[in-house]
């Protein structure tokens, strides 16, 4: 069974982690997309009563290869009992990622998002995180098209 929600006097304990990923070397660079999914996770940890003391970044690493594929992602899935993200597509672009990513998880940890103000404890919140997922793969692959086309 998935652990609860820890209270804040319980935190010494949890092990709290945020992930945050951006997909161009640029991207990375510039420390912008970063500081932002920073910022928001941070702020998600004071609001759970979670002490967020650790980050797992993959920098420059693309959302369509999965999570257990990138340096940081893998050792996130292994270490930690609550990962907050900014958004669900820094899990990953391909739904398929972002599912399996949440299955491996399910049973250990708690997930967070901080846009989508979602739980994967419940039922509803496993159906929404599927559509979330198809979402973020919709607009991936409508970017992509949007690129080929342009001329």
Same mark, same amino acid.
């Given at each position: 069974?998935?652990?609860?929600?820890?209270?804040?006097?319980?935190?010494?304990?949890?092990?709290?982690?945020?992930?945050?990923?951006?997909?161009?070397?640029?991207?990375?660079?510039? @420390?912008?997309?970063?500081?932002?999914?920073?910022?928001?996770?941070?702020?998600?940890?004071?609001?759970?009563?979670?002490?967020?003391?650790?980050?797992?970044?993959?920098? @420059?690493?693309?959302?369509? =290869?999965?999570?257990?594929?990138?340096?940081?992602?893998?050792?996130?899935?292994?270490? =930690?009992?609550?990962?907050?993200?900014?958004?669900?597509?820094?899990?990953?672009?391909?739904?398929?990622?972002?599912?399996?990513?949440?299955?491996?998880?399910?049973?250990?940890?708690?997930?967070?998002?901080?846009?989508?103000?979602?739980?994967?404890?419940?039922?509803?919140?496993?159906?929404?995180?599927?559509?979330?997922?198809?979402?973020?793969?919709?607009?991936?692959?409508? =970017?992509?098209?949007?690129?080929?086309?342009?001329?």
């Amino acid at each position: 069974m998935k652990k609860s929600v820890q209270k804040p006097m319980e935190a010494q304990q949890f092990r709290v982690a945020a992930y945050l990923r951006v997909s161009t070397e640029e991207q990375a660079e510039s @420390g912008l997309g970063l500081a932002a999914q920073k910022d928001k996770a941070r702020a998600m940890a004071v609001v759970t009563g979670w002490d967020e003391r650790t980050l797992y970044i993959d920098d @420059g690493v693309s959302g369509t =290869i999965d999570i257990i594929d990138r340096p940081d992602g893998k050792r996130l899935i292994e270490d =930690i009992d609550a990962v907050i993200v900014a958004a669900l597509d820094r899990i990953g672009r391909k739904a398929v990622y972002m599912l399996n990513f949440v299955e491996k998880i399910d049973e250990q940890v708690e997930l967070i998002s901080c846009k989508e103000s979602l739980d994967t404890s419940t039922a509803t919140g496993r159906f929404v995180l599927r559509m979330f997922a198809s979402l973020a793969e919709l607009e991936r692959d409508t =970017i992509s098209e949007r690129t080929v086309a342009a001329p």
